[in-house]
C-alpha cells in the first residue's frame, strides 16, 4: 500500500518509536504511582517527553504541558473547562468536528455566542472578517492552525497580534501543523495549544495535549485519581495534575518521546521542505488533469495536504478506485470538517485528501499522478 | 527490580502484546477514518477487540463495548452521561476517586444525593446496609468489583439480584477485577461495567473502555470527529460512535487484543489461581511478623492484593525500603481510595499494598517475605 493517508494519522513511524514503546512495556510501571523505580522511570520519561514539548511548542514549563488521550479530548478539556456561560466565541468555517462539535454543545449548553469567520475566493481565511469580528468583541478565538481539507497555513502570528490587540483569548487547534510547521507559543503569543501526537509527531495512537502559554482557569474535564492529595473531593489544583485524572499512556507518550527526538534530530524546517516538495511534485504531475479541481491555496505556506477532485465524481469512488486498483491509501468524503466543504461546495462531493508525510518517496507520488492520469481517462 | 505493584498497572506483559503492538505501529492507519487496507486494518483488529471483549463480559454485542483513555476516562463518560439532576446514588467507601470524584462532581453540579455504604469488622462491604439503602430507593449503585486496597471481592451476583429487585441500574468499576475474577453481565445482571486494559488484561496504558448490558441514554462526554455522519452537529446516536469521538488508540488496542488472546489461552481462573497462591503463600509468610497489620478479608473471595502495616510506621517508609534496600516494588499511602482508609484508620499512616500478577515468582514472594522480616526486625 502506498499511504497518502498521513493527515489521517502517520502510518510510518521513525523505528526508534517501536523500539522505545517496546522497551516502555517491559519496563514501565504507573506513572506518578509510587516511588520505586520502575514507577519512577515512567514518570521520568514522560516528564522528560513534557519538556521536550515545551521546547517544541516554545511555551515556559513542563508543567504546563497536558497530556491528552488524542486531539479532541485535548479541545474538549480546553473548550469545556474554560469557556463559561454566556461567552462570546469567534471561530472558523475550516474547523474540524473536534472543535464545532464542543463548540456547538456549549452554545446549547451555556448559551455561548458562536461567530464564524469564513473563507474568501482564494480558499484563506478571511482576515478582515476576523479583524472585525475581534473588534466587535469576543472573548475566544478557536482556530485551526492548518485546514485537515485544505491544507492552507493561517498567519498565527498575524492572528495573534490581533488577539492580544483585541483582548481575546487564542486557542489554536494544531492537530494539522504539528511536526511540519515551527510554533513557537511565546513569541506569536498564542495562549493555548492543542495537539495530537499520531500525525506529524509521528508518535503512537491514544497521544496528544495541551501546552498552556500562562495560567488559565480550566476546569478538569475528567477527574478521578491523580497520584496525590488522594483525600480531596476535587482534583488537585497544581499542574498538569490538575488536568490529567487517571493513569496516563506511559507506554505511548514513551514512543512519542522516541519520535520527538527524531523530529529534532531532521528538523521541523526540513521535515516541512521534503513534505512540500512531494506535495508540489504531485501538484506539478495532476494540474493538468482534465476536469481536476484543486482545493487549497498552494501559492501560500501550506502543509503537505492536497485535495482535488475529478469532474463531478464522487470522492468515495476515485478514493476507492484508488485504493483498490493502485493500492493507493488516500480518504474521500468530509474529513469531520464540515462546514468548509459547505464552504467549498463540496459537501455533497466530498473531495479526495491526498496527505503526505515525511517517509514517502518521489516514486510513490509518480504512481500516484500516474493513477489519478489513469482513473481521469477512464472516466471521461 | 521484582515488581509487585501489578494493581498499578502490570509491568510484564506477555511478549505477544509487544509484538502486536510493534505491528500496529508499522501497519495501521486510523480506525474508521477511511476504507483504505491500511484504515480497515486497524478497524477490524478494533472491531476482533470489541468481540474478545464481549466474550470476556458476557455483553451481547461488539457495538456496546466503547473504547476509551482508561477506567477514569470511561467512568467518567458513565457517570456524567448517564447520571441525571437530582437523582439518588449509592456507593461505598471502597471506591477510588475515579468514582468519588465524578460523584462528588454530580452532587455539586446536578443536587445528585450520595449514599455511602461502609464495611464491617471484618473489612467486607456491609451488604445490609446496601440491601436497607436500596430499599430506601435509589436509580444508581456505582460500585467495585475488588477493592484495590483490601482486594476484597463483592459478591456481584447479589449485588445484582439486590439492585434488579429494587429496580436500580448496577454501574461495576472493574478496574481491579477484570482479567482476574471471570465476569458475566447478562448472567450475573450487571448493567454497565468500566475496565482498564493496562492492569489484569496485561494490555497497554492508554486502553479501557466500557461494556454496555443493553441500551443506555448515556450523553456524550468527548464530541468530535467521528468518521461517519458529519454534518451533524451532535454526535451519531449509534454505538460505539455515540461515545467515541475522535482517533482512538488503535495501537494500544491492538496490544490488548493480544493480551485478550493470552488471557483466553491461559484461562482466568488459572490466571487467578496463580494469583492468589503467590497471595497466600505470602500470608503464609508474613502472619506471625510481629506488629503487622493486615488489611483485607483472606478467607473470602479475594484478589491477588495483600495491604498491610508494620507497627504505625509510616507506609511511605516501609515502601521506600523495600524499594531501595530490597529492590522491591511496592505501593505506600492512600492509592487513591480515601474512604476505605478512613474506614481502616490508616489515613495518616496509608498501607503498603503488594499486589501480585500471573508473571511474579513463589521465588520472587520469598524475598518479598524475608524483606519484610528484616524490615521489621529493624524497626523493633
Redesign the interface.
Known sequence: ?I?F?NA??T???PHE??EA??YA??????AN???????LAASLDIFKTRKKLTELFGNASPSHIIF??????A??TVLTGLIKEGSRVITTVTE???????L??LKRERGVALTFIGIDEGTRLDMASLENALQEGADYLVISHASNVSGNVVDIDRVAELCKHFCCLLIVDAAQSTGSIKINMQQSGIDILCF?G?KGLFG????GGIALNGDFDIEP???????VQ??L???PLELPTHLE????????IA?LSAALDFISRIGIDAIHEKEMELANHFLEGIRDIEGIKLYGDFASRHVGIVSLNLGCTDS?IV??V??QSY????????????LIHKALHT?SQGVVRFSFSYFNTVEEVDLGIRALKEISKHLS
Chains 1, 2 share one sequence.
Open positions: 500500500m499511504y493517508d489521517a494519522t502510518k510510518d513511524k518509536v517501536i514503546v517496546s512495556l517491559t519496563h514501565f510501571g504507573n504511582r509510587g516511588a520505586h523505580e520502575d514507577s491528552s488521550f488524542n486531539a479532541t479530548d479541545l474538549n474540524h468536528n473536534s472543535v464545532l462539535r464542543p456547538y454543545r495530537t499520531h503512537p495512537q491514544g497521544t474535564f475528567r477527574v478521578g485519581g491523580s497520584g488522594s483525600y473531593h476535587e482534583q485524572a487517571g493513569t496516563l499512556n506511559g507506554h505511548g514512543g468515495a478514493s476507492d484508488l485504493s493500492k493507493i491509501a488516500t480518504r474521500p468524503g468530509a474529513h469531520c470538517a464540515p459537501d
